[in-house]
């Protein structure tokens, strides 16, 4: 910093440096900012997260639907399963045909999502790969 003394006998002279002190102070109220929020913006964890595609599903007889309604039951295409046990035994039977049948899971709106993953893990430990979700198609506006 610089500082302007006047000597004595000298009329007072105009002072034609530049007081950066108020441009220190804000520079590091920022720089104190920055260093606070870029460990919040920045992600520790490096994800590739999912783009939103529309794919129509190819309808096959081999396809497997179940359906979720809000109450948690599962039907398998349109037929009630009665319990998870029972459904766990009818993917493991799917399971080992060539080639294996996809799951599409149908879950209403309103179910929990408990009851969902309980499907998606059954089909886990049945042994099938492809998993789809069935959703409505999203509405464009006109």
């Given at each position: 910093m610089?500082f302007?003394?006047a000597v004595?006998?000298?009329e007072?002279?105009v002072?034609?440096?530049?007081?950066?002190?108020p441009?220190?102070?804000?520079m590091?109220?920022?720089?104190?900012?920055?260093?606070i929020?870029?460990p919040v913006?920045v992600?520790?964890?490096k994800?590739?997260?999912p783009?939103?595609?529309?794919?129509?599903t190819?309808t096959?007889p081999?396809n497997i639907?179940?359906?979720?309604n809000?109450?948690?039951?599962?039907?398998w295409?349109q037929?009630l399963?009665?319990?998870?046990q029972r459904?766990?035994?009818?993917?493991?039977?799917?399971?080992?045909k060539?080639p294996?049948?996809?799951?599409?899971?149908?879950?209403d709106?309103?179910?929990?999502?408990e009851?969902v993953?309980k499907?998606?893990?059954?089909c886990?430990r049945?042994g099938?790969?492809?998993?789809?979700?069935?959703?409505?198609?999203?509405?464009r506006g006109g």
């Open positions: 610089s302007t003394f004595e006998g000298e007072d002279e002072v034609s440096s530049i007081n950066t002190t441009l220190v102070d804000v590091l109220v920022l720089l104190i900012i920055f260093l929020t870029i913006v992600q520790t964890v994800v590739q997260l783009r939103e595609a529309n794919v129509p190819q096959k081999e639907v179940v359906s979720i809000r109450d948690g039951e599962i039907f295409d037929v399963v009665p319990d998870m459904l766990l035994q009818r993917l493991k039977t799917e399971a080992v060539v294996q049948p996809e799951v599409h899971i149908r879950g709106t309103e179910a929990r999502y009851f993953g499907v998606v893990f059954a886990q049945a099938i790969i492809k998993v789809g979700f069935i959703t409505e198609p999203p509405v």
